[in-house]
């Protein structure tokens, strides 16, 4: 494992500006860009700040580290927060986009998706789908995409994309498995300055109750941006 942390001052300029280093190798090396974006309020201004840069989206191809089971013009969704900061205002081509689909039944939803990237990962002669970057964010509780802890989800080692029923939420949602993340090349935390620092440090001394500390753990390469509030 590979860990880079970078203490931000300017959380959304040096976020866009690591996920465009990565794009740009990528699409060099490969011709394409393969990207995972991650839910949630912290990236907000990230996509915002992403959505000005010259990107060549129709190279790009956008997939979701995990959604709320809700329609996507529910103001939950994390398709639409993704929409309405990034995929509309970079006019973003619809083929460049893989939505995962909250609105129907969660095992659906999933079955769906893996499937989707099945096929392009088998397209790739992949064996599984390899982002070139996975975002994640972290909760409080130290669960990422929508990992939480005590979930069923965090024992599936064999699927690619899961529905977890997440109990303290009293809702499903989809949800990449800890194999399809450790597949990337890849993986940035993004955690602005509202975090608290006790529960990075949990996280970076290996505390595995943290299903963000298991990512932590077994990644190629992690990069944690860190907003620095000072
Ligand atoms: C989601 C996310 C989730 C998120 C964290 C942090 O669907 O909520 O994918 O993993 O990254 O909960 O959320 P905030 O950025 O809103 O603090």
Known sequence: MARQ?????????QAAEFILTIARDALATRGEFRIALSGGNTPRPVYAALAQSELPWENVLVTFGDERCVPPEDEQ???KMADDTLLAPARVPPRSVLR???????????GEYQQQLDTLSAQRGETIYRHDLVLLGIGDDGHTASLFPGTAALHEMQRRVAANYVAKLESWRLTFTFPLILAARNICFLVDSNKPESLIDRIFSGDESLPAARVDRGAERVTWIIGDAR
């Open 100 to 110: 995962m689909r909250g609105e129907i039944a969660p095992p659906l939803g999933a």
């Open 5 to 13: 942390v970078i203490r931000a001052t300017q959380f959304a300029a």
């Open 77 to 79: 969704s994390n398709f």
